[in-house]
C-alpha cells in the first residue's frame, strides 16, 4: 500500500498544527484539502477586513496579519497609507511603495520623497524609470523636468530639444527665419551698397533692358498705399500668435502647428539671441542676460540713430525736417517692434512655477533660474524701470505715443477739409506731424489714439498673460481681449481704409480662434491629435495673410487696367557710361 510522510508541518488555518504522520494517499489528500479550504477562507475573511476595514486599494501579505500592500495602481506613502499613482507612473502590480515608483519616459520627479510627477517641457528628455532629479535626465540635460542644457550643449528653439554644441553651426544654418532675414538683409544692402557697381557691371543695355522689365512688373504688381498698414496689421497678429509658444507653453498642441508658431516667433519676435546658440560661447547664459541684452541693446541703436541724425543735420542744416523725421521714424518703427518682446521678457521675470515645494521655485521661462532669491528680485525691481523705456516699454512706449498724439491732438484729431480724403491729404502736408506719422497716419481723424489702443490688445494678449498663473485662466483671459479688440473694430473703424479694417477684424478673429481652440483642449473639450484641431489653429494664423494677399491682388489689378503702362527711360543708365 501507497504511503506518504508529512513531517513537522505547520500550517496557518484556525492555528491547525500537524505532527509526523504517516497515511495513505488517499486520506492525506482529504485531509490537505481539508487544511487548505481553511487556509483559504481565513485569507478571504482577512482580505476582506482590509478592504472594508482601511479601504480598496489596501491588501495584505500571504499569511500576513497585518494591511501592508497597496493594490494595483496604487502606492504607499512613507506614513504607511495607500495613495493612487498620480500620472505619469507605472503602478501595474500590488506592492508598489514611493521609493519605488517607475515614472514614465517624459516625465520628472525630483526626489525619492516626492510624491508629484511633472510632465517634462522637451520631448525626449527625460528618462522615467526609477529614477529622480538629474539622474533622470539624459544626456546633455539637467535641471528642474531636465529642461536645462548641460555645458558644451545648448537649447535647439526651433527643435526644442538640447544639442552638442559640435552641431551649432549646423543647428543655426539649417533654420529657416535665419535664411529668410539673411535674404532681405543682404536686399537691402545689396540696393544701397552695390546698385551702381553692378550697373557699371553690366552695361548700359542690360541695365536699360533690367529697368524696362522692373517698370512692367511694377505696372503689373503695383501694391495700393494701404499695403505698409496692412503689413504692420499682419506682423503684430503674427508677433502675438508667434508668443503663445510661451504664454500658451503648457497647453499641449498639434505638432504642425507648434512648429509654425516656433518659426512665426523667430521671424517677427526680433530676438536675435534666441537663434544663435549663445550658450556655447557664453556658458551660464540665461534669462538675465537675456532680459539685459533686450534692454539695453535697443538704447545703444538708439543712440547710435541720434549720433547719425545730429552729423547728418552738422552737415546739411536745411534737411533738418528730413532727418527728423526720417530718425524718428525708425525710432518709433524699432519700439512699435519692440513692444511685444519686451512685454513678454519683462512680466516673464516675475512668472514663476512652484512645485511640491516652496524651496523648488523656478522662472518659467528659463528653469535655471530659482526665484526665491535675493539677486531674482534684484531683477524684478530692474524689470519694472525698465517698463518705463519709451524704446518698446510696455509702459514707457504707449505713454510716449500718448503724449505725443496728445500734443497735436488738434491738428491730427481736426485738419481742415469738409471730407475725410481732403482732412488725411491736409494733415499729410502738415511739416510738424510728418515726424509722428507713423502713429497716426493709419487711422481717421477721430481714431487718432488708436495706436495707444493697439499696444494695450497687443500687451494683453503676450505678456501680460505670463502674470497669470493658471493656464486655463489665461486661455479666457486672451478670449476676452480678443473679443474686445473684434468688438472695438467693429464700432469705431479705426482705420481710414475700409479693406485695413476688415484685415484686422479677420486677424484678431484668427487670434480669438487661437485662444479659443486653446481653452478647448485645456477643459479636455478636443484632442490635440484631431485633424479638425490642427486645421482650425492653422486658418487661425494664415487668415490674416491669405487676405491681405487677395487684397493686394486685387488692388494691383484695378491700378494696372486704370493707369497707363511706364514708359521705358533711359536715362537711369546713362549715368553709368
Same mark, same amino acid.
Given at each position: 500500500q501507497d504511503t506518504f510522510n508529512f513531517s513537522n508541518a505547520t500550517v496557518f488555518a484556525d492555528t491547525v498544527s500537524i505532527g509526523l504522520v504517516s497515511m495513505g494517499c488517499t486520506q492525506l489528500q482529504q485531509r490537505v484539502n481539508l487544511i487548505l479550504t481553511s487556509i483559504e477562507r481565513e485569507r478571504a475573511r482577512y482580505c476582506l477586513k482590509c478592504s472594508s476595514e482601511k479601504g480598496s486599494a489596501y491588501s495584505s501579505r500571504e499569511g500576513g496579519s497585518d494591511c501592508g500592500l497597496c493594490l494595483k495602481d496604487n502606492y504607499m506613502d512613507n506614513d504607511g497609507n495607500c495613495q493612487e499613482c498620480p500620472d505619469g507612473t507605472v503602478c501595474d502590480r500590488t506592492g508598489s511603495t514611493l521609493g519605488q515608483l517607475v515614472v514614465e519616459e517624459d516625465w520628472f520627479r525630483f526626489a525619492a520623497e516626492s510624491t508629484e510627477v511633472y510632465p517634462c517641457p522637451y520631448e525626449g528628455h527625460c528618462k522615467g524609470g526609477n529614477l529622480t532629479a538629474d539622474a533622470s535626465c539624459k544626456e546633455g540635460t539637467k535641471g528642474p523636468l531636465c529642461a536645462v542644457c548641460a555645458h558644451n550643449w545648448f537649447l535647439d528653439d526651433g527643435a526644442k530639444v538640447c544639442k552638442n554644441?559640435?552641431?551649432?553651426?549646423?543647428?543655426?544654418?539649417?533654420?529657416?527665419?535665419?535664411?529668410i532675414l539673411l535674404f532681405f538683409l543682404g536686399m537691402c544692402l545689396g540696393i544701397v551698397a552695390l546698385r551702381k557697381r553692378l550697373a557699371r557691371w553690366l552695361g548700359p543695355r542690360a541695365v536699360n533692358w533690367i529697368q524696362e522689365k522692373q517698370l512692367r512688373w511694377a505696372h503689373l504688381f503695383r501694391v495700393g498705399e494701404s499695403f505698409p498698414e496692412q503689413t504692420k496689421v499682419l506682423f503684430s497678429t503674427w508677433?502675438?500668435?508667434?508668443?503663445? +509658444? =510661451? %504664454?500658451?507653453?503648457? $497647453?499641449?498642441?498639434?505638432?504642425?502647428?507648434?512648429?509654425?508658431?516656433?518659426?512665426?516667433?523667430?521671424?517677427?519676435?526680433?530676438?536675435?539671441?534666441?537663434?544663435?546658440?549663445?550658450?556655447?560661447?557664453?556658458?551660464?547664459?540665461?534669462?538675465?542676460?537675456?532680459?539685459? +541684452? =533686450? %534692454?539695453?541693446?535697443? $538704447?545703444?541703436?538708439a543712440v547710435l540713430l541720434g549720433a547719425a541724425f545730429l552729423i547728418q543735420w552738422h552737415r546739411k542744416p536745411e534737411r533738418k525736417a528730413e532727418f527728423e523725421q526720417r530718425y524718428f521714424s525708425i525710432f518709433l518703427l524699432l519700439a512699435y517692434i519692440l513692444l511685444t518682446t519686451m512685454s513678454v521678457v519683462l512680466f516673464g521675470i516675475f512668472d514663476c512655477d512652484e512645485f511640491d515645494t516652496k524651496d523648488r521655485t523656478f522662472l518659467a521661462s528659463d528653469y535655471s533660474v530659482t526665484c526665491n532669491t535675493a539677486e531674482h528680485t534684484g531683477y524684478k525691481v530692474y524689470a519694472v524701470i525698465s517698463m518705463l523705456s519709451p524704446l518698446g516699454g510696455p509702459v514707457g512706449f504707449p505713454l510716449m505715443a500718448f503724449a505725443l498724439l496728445w500734443s497735436f491732438r488738434r491738428d491730427i484729431a481736426s485738419p481742415e477739409g469738409r471730407t475725410l480724403q481732403s482732412q488725411i491729404r491736409h494733415r499729410r502736408k502738415n511739416e510738424q506731424l510728418k515726424p509722428l506719422s507713423f502713429l497716426f497716419d493709419p487711422f481717421t481723424p477721430s481714431n487718432c489714439y488708436a495706436v495707444c489702443i493697439d499696444c494695450l490688445r497687443r500687451i494683453g494678449l503676450t505678456g501680460f498673460l505670463t502674470c497669470i498663473p493658471d493656464v486655463g485662466l489665461r486661455c479666457t483671459t486672451g478670449v476676452l481681449v480678443a473679443m474686445l479688440a473684434i468688438s472695438e473694430k467693429l464700432a469705431s473703424r479705426p482705420y481710414h481704409d475700409s479693406l485695413t479694417n476688415s484685415i484686422a477684424v479677420s486677424c484678431d478673429m484668427g487670434i480669438f480662434g487661437v485662444f479659443l481652440v486653446a481653452s478647448l483642449l485645456v477643459s479636455g473639450g478636443a484632442d490635440a491629435d484631431s485633424a479638425w484641431v490642427s486645421l482650425a489653429l492653422l486658418a487661425s494664423v494664415f487668415i490674416g495673410a491669405g487676405l491681405v494677399t487677395l487684397v493686394q491682388v486685387r488692388e494691383s489689378r484695378r491700378l494696372a487696367s486704370i493707369l497707363p503702362p511706364p514708359e521705358t527711360k533711359i536715362e537711369w543708365a546713362a549715368n553709368y557710361n
Amino acid at each position: 500500500q501507497d504511503t506518504f510522510n508529512f513531517s513537522n508541518a505547520t500550517v496557518f488555518a484556525d492555528t491547525v498544527s500537524i505532527g509526523l504522520v504517516s497515511m495513505g494517499c488517499t486520506q492525506l489528500q482529504q485531509r490537505v484539502n481539508l487544511i487548505l479550504t481553511s487556509i483559504e477562507r481565513e485569507r478571504a475573511r482577512y482580505c476582506l477586513k482590509c478592504s472594508s476595514e482601511k479601504g480598496s486599494a489596501y491588501s495584505s501579505r500571504e499569511g500576513g496579519s497585518d494591511c501592508g500592500l497597496c493594490l494595483k495602481d496604487n502606492y504607499m506613502d512613507n506614513d504607511g497609507n495607500c495613495q493612487e499613482c498620480p500620472d505619469g507612473t507605472v503602478c501595474d502590480r500590488t506592492g508598489s511603495t514611493l521609493g519605488q515608483l517607475v515614472v514614465e519616459e517624459d516625465w520628472f520627479r525630483f526626489a525619492a520623497e516626492s510624491t508629484e510627477v511633472y510632465p517634462c517641457p522637451y520631448e525626449g528628455h527625460c528618462k522615467g524609470g526609477n529614477l529622480t532629479a538629474d539622474a533622470s535626465c539624459k544626456e546633455g540635460t539637467k535641471g528642474p523636468l531636465c529642461a536645462v542644457c548641460a555645458h558644451n550643449w545648448f537649447l535647439d528653439d526651433g527643435a526644442k530639444v538640447c544639442k552638442n554644441c559640435d552641431e551649432a553651426t549646423a543647428s543655426f544654418l539649417e533654420n529657416p527665419a535665419v535664411w529668410i532675414l539673411l535674404f532681405f538683409l543682404g536686399m537691402c544692402l545689396g540696393i544701397v551698397a552695390l546698385r551702381k557697381r553692378l550697373a557699371r557691371w553690366l552695361g548700359p543695355r542690360a541695365v536699360n533692358w533690367i529697368q524696362e522689365k522692373q517698370l512692367r512688373w511694377a505696372h503689373l504688381f503695383r501694391v495700393g498705399e494701404s499695403f505698409p498698414e496692412q503689413t504692420k496689421v499682419l506682423f503684430s497678429t503674427w508677433q502675438i500668435i508667434g508668443f503663445t +509658444s =510661451l %504664454t500658451l507653453k503648457d $497647453v499641449v498642441m498639434p505638432k504642425a502647428f507648434t512648429r509654425v508658431v516656433i518659426f512665426l516667433n523667430e521671424l517677427t519676435s526680433f530676438d536675435f539671441i534666441s537663434v544663435i546658440p549663445v550658450e556655447c560661447s557664453y556658458p551660464g547664459y540665461n534669462a538675465y542676460n537675456k532680459l539685459l +541684452s =533686450l %534692454t539695453i541693446g535697443p $538704447v545703444c541703436v538708439a543712440v547710435l540713430l541720434g549720433a547719425a541724425f545730429l552729423i547728418q543735420w552738422h552737415r546739411k542744416p536745411e534737411r533738418k525736417a528730413e532727418f527728423e523725421q526720417r530718425y524718428f521714424s525708425i525710432f518709433l518703427l524699432l519700439a512699435y517692434i519692440l513692444l511685444t518682446t519686451m512685454s513678454v521678457v519683462l512680466f516673464g521675470i516675475f512668472d514663476c512655477d512652484e512645485f511640491d515645494t516652496k524651496d523648488r521655485t523656478f522662472l518659467a521661462s528659463d528653469y535655471s533660474v530659482t526665484c526665491n532669491t535675493a539677486e531674482h528680485t534684484g531683477y524684478k525691481v530692474y524689470a519694472v524701470i525698465s517698463m518705463l523705456s519709451p524704446l518698446g516699454g510696455p509702459v514707457g512706449f504707449p505713454l510716449m505715443a500718448f503724449a505725443l498724439l496728445w500734443s497735436f491732438r488738434r491738428d491730427i484729431a481736426s485738419p481742415e477739409g469738409r471730407t475725410l480724403q481732403s482732412q488725411i491729404r491736409h494733415r499729410r502736408k502738415n511739416e510738424q506731424l510728418k515726424p509722428l506719422s507713423f502713429l497716426f497716419d493709419p487711422f481717421t481723424p477721430s481714431n487718432c489714439y488708436a495706436v495707444c489702443i493697439d499696444c494695450l490688445r497687443r500687451i494683453g494678449l503676450t505678456g501680460f498673460l505670463t502674470c497669470i498663473p493658471d493656464v486655463g485662466l489665461r486661455c479666457t483671459t486672451g478670449v476676452l481681449v480678443a473679443m474686445l479688440a473684434i468688438s472695438e473694430k467693429l464700432a469705431s473703424r479705426p482705420y481710414h481704409d475700409s479693406l485695413t479694417n476688415s484685415i484686422a477684424v479677420s486677424c484678431d478673429m484668427g487670434i480669438f480662434g487661437v485662444f479659443l481652440v486653446a481653452s478647448l483642449l485645456v477643459s479636455g473639450g478636443a484632442d490635440a491629435d484631431s485633424a479638425w484641431v490642427s486645421l482650425a489653429l492653422l486658418a487661425s494664423v494664415f487668415i490674416g495673410a491669405g487676405l491681405v494677399t487677395l487684397v493686394q491682388v486685387r488692388e494691383s489689378r484695378r491700378l494696372a487696367s486704370i493707369l497707363p503702362p511706364p514708359e521705358t527711360k533711359i536715362e537711369w543708365a546713362a549715368n553709368y557710361n
